[in-house]
């Protein structure tokens, strides 16, 4: 049984060495040039991608929410106790 276990280790070792070298060759290989920007983006300026889109409120109501729940939860296991 010890030369079973020798040759399990050694296709192993074997197997992750052969995947840890052709992994990176071929994700590199996909690599290529994005496509050009459409023609409306950055007429006279770089523009803010997304348009501008403010996300101060919805981030303040994220925060908000999450500290209610967070405050519920709290508060319900408490009363289990």
Sequence with gaps: ???FA??????CIGTITLLLTINPLTSSAQNGDPPPPPSEHGQNE??????GAPIGDGLLMLLAMGTAYGFRKRMAGKKSE
């Excluded at 020798?6 to 296709?11: H, N």
């Design 6 to 11: 020798r040759a399990c280790t050694m296709l």
């Design 46 to 51: 770089n523009q803010v991608p997304g348009g």
């Design 1 to 3: 049984m010890p030369g």
